[in-house]
């Protein structure tokens, strides 16, 4: 039985062609996934290493740290910590490191970098040991106003030794640069670096002349790192600690792998994960093709006494075959794919520059559980029906199949429908933890469907194929029949574009609610006319000079800062809004429910109605705010507005007055213009463009600007997605071949048999592609229906969890989308209906 | 047992002057011999494979199949018969020498003149997988006239339809129909096109002595009443007695012929011939 199944597998390699390459994308993915982070991480280690290999003890204030999803950053250390480890054996250099923002201007007055990678500001460290750069031009600054900054950011800004520039800390300043430096290790992972002197760094970056971020000890040659962490630490006041620079370079990989590598590998996972699903359907249908027609080719060897479990048996192991070569391939394709992006990566500043691909064990046992495991879920139900098959129906032509209107199916089909309608009800009427019963009613909507699909396949595709018979007469007509001769089959073939067309549907449906959502929002995040924001998130934010010098301005009525400050309320880190309450006023429509926003008092606090809600504050009720520098801020509630998350002020308001004295560096994340009567936008722009050309050019957007920006960023994280999903897509393409390919091999005799009576090759070419065209367009029709309940679904919930969200379906896209679908189905047939019209009239004839 | 052909009882239709529409003169029914042939070969020789496992299926053969008569081909397994059909019938190509529909000679046609030639001029009655599964009767019937987009003649189709005694079943797909319905079916096919030849390749080879009578009898009777060209290949020689004529061959050549056959005379043409190769008449073998 073995040697037959081999050469049997053998035999069928072609069908079984499709099958690989199925699992050999998916597997490529998931493996390349894999590997490519293994490799960024092992190559961040390897920097990080490096970077930090000088460093023997880092001095840290306590506390700070990952609370939620927010990282809090330490209190700072007082230097007057250097003078006590003067006396202290086994320290070579002790220097302190001071870490903030600081955005370079390039010589076209526009900031540089800030668009992720932080933009950061340092002191100079002057041992060589300690410095986590080396300087490659110049002189280090010895002087205030003198600077190094790294190599990269120097080019980008068209800047060179000697020049002067402007630095926003967020305050522009006057600097000259006398050096240029390179992170150690090489790639600068997009970071940007200007190096003051210490004093310079601590009296701009940290707002005073004691403090430092961290201090770096290096240990003379007698001396480990931990014995001399623990003779510090015995030195240290309270609320200061000490750790040995493994320790520091694990915390930052850890931060690192948190906040990048984590989730780059985790969205790269989730579109493996759908690639495979989706080849889990076509995988399934080639087999249940192929296991029904080598039931009918072995009749003959089951009289002869193969028991059912020998057929099971062969199946399971020609998956097995099938699922073992398909993942060495996926390996190999997945390296390649790696490394291709690896290369590609390294343009985006990535430490990738000679490292070597790190294939892990995880990645080598994920490509084969995945590629077997898949393969062997895909065939096990085919096997079993197979080998449940009476004989005599082996024997018997089932050249149309009505075997499948199975009541069972249609009744649990209709169940999870109705189970899901419940969910998804509940989800929307009772209040709370509307997103789990939305999920929960979603799966089971999505699985009914599924179930349901052999049920629906029949009338749904006399519908799709409605217009193609009244187009194209019989052919249309030939077509329509063999596309619903086997419901099952068509169902299960185009499940695969189904689910791919389902959650394209469903990420251009969310996509499109939240650009419905923003678009509904600038009304709550945009006030008076114009609106300065600073490039990226990562920047040094705007200085509030700009606000002054923006209120001289002539043409301008009023401007309204708008910064964020950070600290734990009730032990939890949360977000609040800065402003200067007396400048809310005719910029912001904020709705008032009680007390008044414009003249908050100083230890003032006002909260949206969703705090009164759910926390049960009251006005006159007291909030304490602990910052990150250990001071606690008292603010009394003073006033109640409305106001949603997505709003720019967000839900909780507190006077500038009281954060700035305790903020490191004080900036505005965006400011808010309105211009004076008779001002034109234009000169509006104008006047407020001159102004922000001081401060690195931040964007000056009007409302429509402001809008369609937020827009595009969403559209373009889209486009990305649209592209990983592309692989899912071919994906189902290919089952789409492959079952039709199997078909046009079954029907020989038929296509002969039309031929002889008259067919042209033409006709026959368009009667294969009408029929994929077909299942192509039922599986694009079930696909574009559920995935755009879904994400109605999950928006509504959303919107009932939250608060906010608007729902709508970008009636262009889908329509994309369906044309896309035919595409599929057009393109699907090419290589089947070019065999099925070089089939020979006679031997079709005479193939028994 | 052998019966006497039954074509001389067949009640006459009454569209006594139906005529082939696309034979230019569509001589009457067993009346004077015809002028033109509906179908001819000359020289025709078919070889199939090379070198030493090359067969020669015809060699060199020669003939005409007169318009609006009945002729049946027969001869041992092997012989030829089938290959002889689908050479005149455009679904071959010969290795040499030529064959013609009408006046139309094949060679100087490509593959999709010869389809369209298929679908326009010629009807095709298989022994068996006649039907498209996926189609009614009704639609398997008017399959090659939807094929060019055509709708039939409704009043010829219902003569047809009437003649094979189909029209309650017209709605049923194959499955549902015996297998001497679906020949009929078939047909009915061959006939709703009023082609110029029909060729039949052993029609009743799987159908029993009744089935095949009323198969026969429907081929008989568009020869007799419309005028139509039928050539039927089959080893039954009670089948061959309903043809006005019945063409011999061994070998891929023509031995001999026989005009105005019934079953008797067949088996005793036959008996006289050489040695029938391997095969008993009445033996339905297909390729
Ligand atoms: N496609 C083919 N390839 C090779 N040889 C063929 C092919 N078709 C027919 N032959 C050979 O040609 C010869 C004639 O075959 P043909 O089918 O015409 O015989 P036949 O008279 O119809 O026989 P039967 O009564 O069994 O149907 C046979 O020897 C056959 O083996
Ligand atoms: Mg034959």
């Known amino acids: 039985m073995l040697r037959i199944t081999l050469t049997s597998a053998w035999q069928h390699r072609r069908r079984l062609f499709g099958t690989v390459l199925a699992v050999v994308l998916g597997t490529a993915f998931l493996v390349g996934t894999l590997v490519l982070s293994d490799t960024l991480r092992g190559s961040f280690r390897s920097v990080f290493t490096d970077v930090n290999a000088g460093i023997s003890v880092v001095i840290r204030g306590q506390g700070g740290g990952q609370v939620g999803d927010i990282t809090a950053q330490r209190p700072l250390v007082d230097t007057a910590i250097l003078d006590d480890l003067h006396g202290v054996d086994g320290i070579a250099a002790a220097e302190p490191e001071i870490e903030a923002l600081a955005q370079v201007v390039g010589a076209d007055g526009v900031s540089i970098g800030g668009q992720g990678p932080p933009t950061l500001g340092v002191n100079w460290i002057h041992d060589p040991g300690l410095a986590p750069y080396d300087l490659v031009e110049g002189r280090a600054p010895a002087a205030p106003g003198e600077v190094a900054i790294d190599t990269e950011t120097a080019e980008a800004g068209a800047l060179a030794v000697g020049e002067t520039a402007t630095v926003r800390t967020p305050a522009p300043i006057e600097v000259e640069i006398v050096g240029l430096l390179t992170p150690k290790g090489g790639a600068s992972a997009g970071v940007t670096i200007t190096a003051f002197t210490a004093d310079e760094a601590q009296q701009l970056l940290l707002g005073r002349g004691d403090r430092a971020t961290r201090i770096l000890l290096a240990a003379d040659g007698g001396t480990s790192d931990e014995e001399l962490a623990v003779r510090v630490s015995e030195l240290l006041p309270d609320g200061v600690e000490a750790v040995t620079g493994a320790v520091y370079t694990d915390e930052a990989l850890d931060d690192l792998g948190r906040d990048f590598l984590d989730f780059f590998e985790a969205f790269l996972l989730v579109f493996a994960a759908i690639a495979l699903l989706v080849a889990t359907f076509s995988i399934y249908n080639t087999f249940s093709i192929t296991v029904a027609q080598r039931l009918r080719e072995s009749a003959l060897l089951r009289a002869l006494g193969a028991s059912r479990r020998q057929v099971l048996a062969s199946v399971l192991l020609e998956a097995v075959i099938t699922g073992l070569v398909a993942s060495v391939l996926g390996l190999v394709v997945g390296i390649g794919l790696a490394s291709g992006l690896l290369g590609a990566l390294g343009r985006f500043g990535l430490p990738v520059e000679g490292a070597s691909l790190v294939v892990g064990v995880r990645a080598a046992a994920a490509a084969f559980a995945v590629g077997v495991g898949v393969t062997i879920v895909a065939s096990l139900l085919p096997a079993y029906r197979a080998s449940r098959v009476a004989p005599l129906a082996a024997l018997r032509d089932v050249a149309v199949d009505r075997s499948d209107q199975s009541r069972i199916r249609l009744a649990i089909g209709l169940v999870l429908l109705a189970i899901g309608g419940v969910f998804v009800t509940l989800a929307l009427v009772v209040d709370g933890g509307a997103l789990e019963r939305a999920a929960i009613g979603a799966v089971a909507v999505s699985v009914g469907v599924f179930l349901l699909g052999p049920v629906t396949a029949r009338p749904m595709t006399a519908v799709v194929a409605g217009p193609v018979q009244r187009l194209r007469g019989v052919t249309g007509a030939l077509a329509r029949r063999n596309a619903v001769r086997n419901p099952r089959r068509t169902a299960s073939t185009s499940s695969a574009l189904m689910v791919g067309v389902g959650i394209v549907t469903l990420f251009t449906v969310v996509a499109g609610s939240i650009n419905a959502t923003i678009e509904d929002a600038v009304d709550g995040s945009f006030g008076g006319d114009l609106i300065v924001q600073s490039g990226g998130f990562s920047g040094a934010g705007l200085s509030p000079q700009i606000v002054d010098e923006l209120r001289d301005l002539p043409e301008v009525d009023g401007v309204l800062g708008l910064g964020l400050g950070v600290g734990s309320i009730d032990g939890q880190q949360s977000v609040f809004s800065l402003v200067d309450p007396p400048a809310l006023e005719g910029m912001l429509d904020l709705e008032v429910v009680e007390g008044s926003v414009y003249d908050l008092p100083g230890d003032g606090i006002a909260i949206s109605q969703s705090h009164v809600e759910e926390d049960g504050l009251r006005l006159g009720d007291v909030i304490e705010i602990q910052l990150v520098d250990g001071t606690v801020l008292e603010q009394r509630v003073a006033a109640i507005f409305v106001s949603q998350a997505a709003d720019a002020v967000g839900t909780r308001l507190v006077p500038i007055e009281a954060y700035a004295p305790h903020a490191t560096q004080l900036g505005y994340i965006s400011v808010m213009v309105a211009l004076a009567d008779g001002v034109s936008l234009e000169q509006g722009q104008t006047a407020v463009e001159s102004v922000a050309a001081n401060h690195g050019s931040p964007d000056v957007f009007d409302r429509g600007a402001f809008t369609e920006r937020a827009v595009g960023d969403v559209d373009q994280l889209l486009a990305i997605v649209y592209v990983l999903l592309a692989l899912a897509i071919v994906i189902a393409l290919m089952g789409i071949t492959n079952t039709l390919s199997l078909s046009v091999h079954e029907r020989t005799r038929e296509i002969g048999l039309l031929r002889a009576l008259g067919q042209t090759r033409s006709q026959l070419r368009a009667m294969v592609r009408w029929e994929s065209v077909i299942v192509a367009l039922f599986g694009t029709a079930t696909g574009l229906v559920l995935g755009t309940f879904l994400g109605w679904v999950f928006v509504r919930a959303i919107a009932a969890d939250e608060g906010f969200g608007v729902f709508a379906a970008p009636v262009g896209q889908l329509a994309l989308v369906v044309a896309l679908g035919a595409l599929v189905g057009v393109l699907a047939a090419l290589r089947p209906a070019r065999r099925a019209a070089r089939l020979d009239v006679l031997t079709a004839i005479a193939t028994e | ?287």
């Open chain 2, 1 to 287: 047992m052998v019966r006497s052909p039954v074509r001389r009882s067949v009640p006459s239709m009454d569209t006594p002057d139906q005529a082939s529409p696309n034979a230019a003169t569509p001589a009457p029914a067993a009346t004077a011999p015809v002028a033109r042939p509906a179908a001819r070969a000359v020289d025709a020789v078919k070889i199939y494979g090379r070198g030493d496992t090359s067969v020669r299926a015809l060699d060199g053969i020669s003939v005409e199949i007169p318009a609006g008569r009945f002729t049946a081909i027969m001869g041992p397994s092997g012989s030829g018969k089938s290959t002889l059909m689908h050479c005149l019938a455009g679904l071959d190509p010969l290795t040499s020498g030529q064959t013609w529909i009408g006046e139309v000679s094949l060679a100087d046609l490509n593959d999709q003149q010869l389809t369209v030639l298929r679908r326009d001029r010629i009807g095709f009655v298989f022994q068996a997988f006649n039907l498209l599964p996926t189609l009614t009767a009704r639609e398997n019937i008017t399959l090659p006239l939807a094929l060019v987009g055509d709708d039939p003649d409704p009043d010829w189709f219902d003569t047809v339809v009437e003649v094979v005694g189909l029209a309650d079943r017209l709605g049923h797909r194959p499955s549902e129909l015996s297998g001497g319905q679906q020949q009929r079916v078939a047909v009915a096919r061959a006939l709703v096109s009023r082609p110029d030849v029909v060729f039949a390749d052993e029609p009743t080879g799987n159908l029993d002595s009744r089935s095949g009578a009323e198969v026969l009898g429907f081929l008989r009777r568009a020869v007799d009443d419309f005028g139509q060209t039928v050539v039927m290949v089959t080893h039954d020689p009670i089948a061959a007695g309903y043809a006005d004529e019945v063409l011999f061959l061994a070998d891929g050549r023509l031995v001999d012929r026989l005009a105005d056959p019934d079953a008797e005379k067949v088996l005793a043409r036959w008996a006289q011939g050489e040695d029938p190769v391997g095969s008993a008449p009445g033996e339905g073998s297909t390729a």
